[in-house]
C-alpha cells in the first residue's frame, strides 16, 4: 500500500462511479472528498484544502468545463483531472485548454485512475493558470485599467509598505485589500477587515485598540482589538475618513512606533502590521475642513492604488456578467443561464453609478427572476432605455434647459410613451403632460 496522504476531490452526478473511485482511491490512502454536484464541489473547494479535483464533465444543470473553469480561476495550484465516457477530440481539448491537465476515459481499470492520479498531482507544482487568463484572485477583468491595478498589487503584495486604496463605492476596494494580501507571501497570517463606518465613533477606538477591564462602563473584561488580531498580517481601515481626531492620533502612532495602547491601560505593546486602508471621499477635502490630519494621510499614502470605476471599464463588463450568472446561477438555479446579446449590449452601454456592486444585484436579481434566459425584459427600466448622465457641457446649462432637454431625451427613448417616460422621470403622468406644454 503507499502512503500518498493527499486530498482528492471526487465529481460525478453517477453515485455509483463516484464509489467506484472512492474505494480505488482510499485503497491508494488518499482522502476523498465527494460530491454529486457543481454546486457540492464549490462548498468543497471553498472550505478545504483540496490536493487534486477529479471531475466528470457530462452533468445535469452546470457542467464540468464550467468547473474546472472556475477553479482555474480561483484555485490554479490544484491540477484537474477530467473524466468522460464521450472522449472527442475537440471536448479535449476545449476542457484542457480551460485548465485540465489530462483526462480519464469510462470506464477505467483502478491501475489506469491510479496512474492518471499520479501524473495529476505530478503537476501540482508546475500548475498556471492559462496564458489568456481574465482573473487575479477574485479580481476580474482584462481592461488597462484594472491591470494598472493589478501592477501596483504585485509590487506590494510581498512587502508590509502602507497601502491607501481610493474609489467610488461599489468599485471593489475590499477585493483589491484581500489581492494585495492573499496573492504575497504573507497569506497565511490573519486579514482583518474593519468597516470605520459601521462602527460607532465613541466604540471605534476601542474595538481597534483593545481594552482593559474597567476601562468605560461595560469593559467588565479585558479585549484584545482588531490590531492585535492582526499582528504579523495585514488590517483593512475602510471608510478611514470617518475615524475621530483621537483616533486618528492612535492610527499614527501605530505606524510611526509599531506599538499599540489599549484603552484604558499605559502600557504599550509592539505590533507588526501591514494597514491597508480605504475611503471614497477625498481626504484632502477633509484636511481642509480640519477634520483629518495631514500627517496621518501622508503616513497612509505610502503607495497610493486608485480603483478604476466600472464606466472606466466597460469592457471588463462581460466578464463580470459571466462570473455573476455563473454565481447566482449555481446558488438559485443549479445551472448557468445563456444571456442574450441584446441584454449585455445594454449592460456595456449603461453607465453604471454604483459600479460593480450595481451590476451584481441586477445579476442577481435577473437570475431569480427569469426561468430560460436574461433578456432585456429581465432588466431594471433605467437599463432598457438607456438613460444616461447629462454631459459636462450640459451641466453648464440653465436647469430650465437641462430639465427640458432630459425629458425630451426620456421622451425619444421610449417612443414618445409618457406613461413609461413617466415612470422613468419619478413624476406622474399630468405632471409630465403640463411640462411638455
Known amino acids: 500500500m503507499s502512503l500518498y496522504n493527499e486530498n482528492i476531490l471526487i465529481v460525478d452526478d453517477d453515485i455509483h462511479i463516484l464509489e467506484l473511485m472512492q474505494r480505488h482511491l482510499q485503497a491508494l490512502n488518499y482522502h476523498v472528498y465527494k460530491a454529486i454536484s457543481v454546486k457540492e464541489a464549490l462548498i468543497i473547494l471553498k472550505d478545504n484544502t483540496i490536493d487534486l479535483l477529479i471531475t466528470d464533465l457530462k452533468m445535469p444543470g452546470v457542467d464540468g468545463h464550467e468547473l474546472v473553469k472556475y477553479a482555474t480561476e480561483h484555485f490554479p495550484n490544484i491540477p484537474k483531472l477530467v473524466v468522460t465516457g464521450y472522449p472527442s477530440v475537440d471536448g479535449v481539448l476545449e476542457v484542457m485548454k480551460t485548465g485540465a491537465v489530462d483526462y480519464l476515459t469510462k470506464p477505467f481499470t483502478k491501475e489506469a485512475l491510479k496512474s492518471a492520479v499520479l501524473k495529476a498531482l505530478s503537476q501540482k507544482k508546475k500548475v498556471s493558470l492559462p496564458d489568456k487568463t481574465d482573473s487575479y484572485g477574485d479580481i476580474v477583468g482584462q481592461s488597462i485599467a484594472i491591470k494598472k491595478v493589478i501592477e501596483i498589487i504585485d509590487r506590494v503584495k510581498n512587502n508590509k509598505a502602507t497601502v491607501f486604496i481610493s474609489g467610488e463605492s461599489g468599485t471593489g476596494k475590499e477585493l483589491v485589500a484581500r489581492a494585495i494580501h492573499y496573492m504575497g507571501k504573507y497569506k497565511t497570517a490573519p486579514f482583518i477587515a474593519v468597516n470605520c463606518g459601521a462602527i460607532p465613533e465613541n466604540l471605534l477606538e476601542s474595538e481597534l485598540f483593545g481594552y482593559t477591564k474597567g476601562a468605560f462602563t461595560g469593559a467588565n473584561d479585558s479585549r484584545t482589538g482588531f490590531f492585535q488580531a492582526a499582528n504579523k498580517g495585514t488590517i483593512f481601515l475602510d471608510e478611514i475618513g470617518n475615524a475621530s481626531m483621537a483616533t486618528q492620533l492612535r492610527l499614527l502612532r501605530v505606524l510611526q512606533e509599531k506599538e499599540i495602547t489599549r484603552v484604558g491601560s499605559q502600557k504599550t505593546e509592539s505590533i507588526d502590521v501591514r494597514i491597508i486602508a480605504a475611503t471614497n471621499i477625498n481626504l484632502k477635502d477633509l ?148 411640462k411638455i406644454k
Not at 433605467?382 to 448622465?389: A, G, R, W
Not at 447629462?390 to 430650465?400: G, I, N, R
Open 287 to 434: 484636511i481642509a475642513k480640519k477634520r483629518f490630519r495631514e500627517d496621518l494621510y501622508y503616513r497612509l499614502t505610502v503607495v497610493e492604488l486608485p480603483v478604476p470605476p466600472l464606466r472606466q471599464r466597460s469592457e471588463d463588463i462581460k466578464l463580470l456578467v459571466d462570473k455573476f450568472i455563473f454565481k447566482y446561477g449555481i446558488e438559485y438555479k443549479d445551472r448557468v443561464l445563456p444571456i442574450t446579446p441584446e441584454a449585455l449590449e445594454v449592460l456595456q452601454r449603461y453607465n453604471w453609478p454604483g459600479n460593480i456592486r450595481e451590476l451584481e444585484n441586477i445579476i442577481q436579481r435577473a437570475v431569480i427572476m427569469c426561468d430560460k434566459q436574461i433578456s432585456i425584459q429581465d432588466l431594471p427600466d433605467h437599463l432598457k432605455y438607456n438613460i444616461t448622465f447629462s454631459s459636462e457641457t450640459e451641466s453648464l446649462l440653465p436647469l430650465k434647459v437641462v430639465e427640458k432637454n432630459h425629458i425630451l431625451k426620456v421622451l425619444k427613448a421610449t417612443n414618445n410613451n409618457k406613461s413609461q417616460a413617466a415612470k422613468i422621470l419619478e413624476i406622474d403622468r399630468k405632471t409630465l403632460s403640463q
